[in-house]
């Protein structure tokens, strides 16, 4: 159980741990300013600037005009038309005859609403009546206006682009602010990722309900019209009211278990040697069924349309830490020893490679779920953290019994007249395999679709096609594969049989012989992961000699597949080697 075993993946033996780089903060707040600086300029120079003129035009006098003329002006333009309002009046004041083309605060062309056909209206019906009257300054008569009107839904729509693309901008600065400070090193203490998901759904909360409310407020006016398409705008202040709910939600929970600080030990963390520390949970009497994992886990970063990341998890140990309860607070502590093999910390290009630490504790009366990314350096490093004795054994005899379950649950294993037996049946795993299968016949569907419209529509949707159906065809067997596949496997007296089966139909057999406990090698197959959680799969495979002909070449053959946890590949591993001496003692 406690032996090493090696790790099969490419690791970058030269990198080195590399501090966060100052230069990233910056250009996030930059990126921030990008946004943040365009949203006060229109601020200042659309709504304050009318808001402006409407308070020093109501100190104006009120003279009588005369129309001369007005009219809505369109303006066409590559993707749309928009509006002004256009016209001369006159007006006499003190004696002098002014003539002006101030119709109203709003000199711009746009497209919002029927307010400028409705002013027309309001100036021509004035007119007619002969009550038109011009707001005129008294100081400098040259300044007029003939409508003082803010225009309030003109005034909600650009408010509603200054908060989205200004709180845009003073979120990224923010983020780019703190983002750039170092957590506190001088103690070793880190904080968990999750203490801005608050911050983060509530501002993507405000960022979708904000920017439908005009779609919302037109809901009643389009519906009455016919047009009850409007109603799909419905979907984005829906997702906004989500947010809002896992946002309120992600900020009790942290309020209620509070900042869980981490204080690492040793700090930074080395890779070789221990990992260990000690997290602070602001509550006591927690029941829970405590957990902690800690990862390695290299990161890809895709380029140009592909934004999207990649995460593959290295290695991975899961233990039960040991729990003190001092004052009103609850102590989570806990040590790793990781494979001596695996990389340190390191960011290189596209690539970067770290460490998460996991913490899983109480359910009710709000789930208590903290990942933390911890710096590993090169070196060998021994952590103080110091667990008790009789910990250490509850825990050790707590694994063997999951393991022992575990294994049960997954393989059939029983002896019969000294022949022992390893069924990895078929079946398991169902859900992967089912959606491997639905997902390849998708892409395989949708390869095969592209090649019959590649017949009358050109040869790029050729190139499409395989794509498409590179991915899915094998994706698509493969899973019918893990759908029905089987594989038996019987030892005895150091010989070794296997059956691999598929639906209950034999396809081919193996036979090896087994002499001692270094020819079993336990291989990670794959993993499957959600959120920060992994589930890694394993087979045990057997290296062997075939015979002196074949100059020392080894053949390997497998006995078990699909377990989906480390320990208990670890254990019937330890059991095969009792076997093993168990045999020869006899």
Not at 142 to 152: F, T
Not at 211 to 233: D, H, K, Q, R, Y
Not at 254 to 261: E, H, K, L, V
Not at 510 to 535: C, E, V
Request: with cysteine; hydrophobic share 40%.
């Amino acid at each position: 159980m406690n032996s090493k075993l090696k790790l099969k993946s490419k690791l970058d033996p030269n990198s080195k741990s590399k501090p966060k780089s100052k230069s990233a903060s910056w250009g996030i707040t930059v990126f921030g300013l990008c946004f943040l600086i365009p949203a006060l300029i229109i601020l200042v120079m659309g709504p304050l600037n009318t808001f402006r003129l409407h308070f020093l035009t109501s100190f104006w006098e009120q003279i009588p005009a005369k129309l001369i003329s007005i009219d809505v002006k369109p303006h066409h333009g590559n993707d749309s038309t928009t509006y002004s309002l256009e016209g001369t009046y006159s007006f006499n004041y003190l004696g002098i005859t002014y003539h002006s083309s101030q119709i109203s605060y709003f000199n711009r062309y746009d497209n919002l609403g029927d307010w400028h056909s409705k002013s027309q209206n309001n100036i021509l019906q004035a007119a007619a009546k002969g009550r038109l009257i011009a707001w005129v300054n008294a100081d400098n008569p040259n300044e007029s206006y003939l409508v003082r009107d803010i225009r309030p839904s003109h005034m909600f729509l650009i408010f509603i682009f200054v908060l989205v693309f200004g709180g845009t901008g003073a979120a990224l600065i923010l983020y780019g602010r703190y983002s750039g400070k170092k957590p506190s090193n001088e103690n070793g203490i880190l904080y968990s990722v999750q203490q801005y998901t608050h911050w983060i759904l509530g501002f993507m909360a405000f960022i979708f309900i904000t920017i439908s409310l005009p779609a919302v407020i037109a809901i009643p006016s389009e519906m009455a019209s016919g047009n009850a398409a409007i109603l799909v705008a419905l979907v984005f202040p829906l997702a906004g009211l989500g947010m809002a709910y896992a946002a309120r939600h992600s900020l009790k929970n942290w309020r209620y278990y509070g900042r869980t600080p981490l204080l690492l030990n040793p700090y930074p963390a080395k890779n070789s040697g221990q990992i260990g520390g000690e997290i602070t949970v602001a509550h006591r009497g927690l029941k829970a069924s405590w957990s902690v994992t800690l990862q390695c886990v290299r990161k890809v970063k895709g380029t140009g349309k592909n934004s999207s990341s990649h995460e593959t998890v290295l290695w991975q140990r899961k233990t039960q830490p040991e729990i003190r309860e001092v004052g009103d607070k609850t102590l989570v502590r806990f040590v790793f020893s990781p494979d001596e093999e695996l990389p340190a910390s390191y960011q290189k290009g596209r690539t970067s490679l770290f460490w998460r630490l996991s913490l899983q504790g109480p359910q009710t009366p709000v789930k208590l779920e903290r990942n933390f990314v911890i710096p590993v350096e090169e070196g060998v490093g021994h952590s103080t953290v110091e667990l008790t004795a009789e910990h250490v054994s509850k825990v050790s005899k707590k694994q063997l019994i999951e393991a022992k379950k575990s294994i049960s649950r997954q393989l059939e294993i029983r002896e019969h007249n000294d022949e022992f037996f390893v069924v990895s049946k078929a079946g398991r795993h169902l859900s992967m395999s089912l959606w491997l299968t639905v997902m390849g016949a998708i892409f395989a569907g949708v390869g095969l679709f592209l090649f019959h419209q590649a017949a009358t529509e050109g040869l790029m949707l050729y190139f499409m096609g395989s794509i498409f159906s590179l991915f899915g065809v094998p994706c698509f067997f493969g899973g019918i594969f893990m759908l029905g596949r089987s594989l038996e496997t019987s030892i005895s007296g150091g010989v070794v049989h296997t059956k691999r089966s598929w639906f209950g139909r034999p396809l081919w057999r193996r036979k090896a012989h087994f002499h001692n406990g270094d020819q079993l090698i336990l291989n990670k197959s794959g993993s499957m992961t959600s959120g920060a959680a992994t589930t890694e799969f394993f087979n045990i495979d057997l290296n062997y000699v075939p015979s002196l002909d074949s100059g020392g070449k080894q053949v390997t053959i497998r006995i078990a597949e699909g377990i989906d946890n480390r320990e208990a590949g670890e254990f019937l591993i330890a059991r095969l080697n009792a076997l093993l001496v168990s045999d020869e003692l006899l």
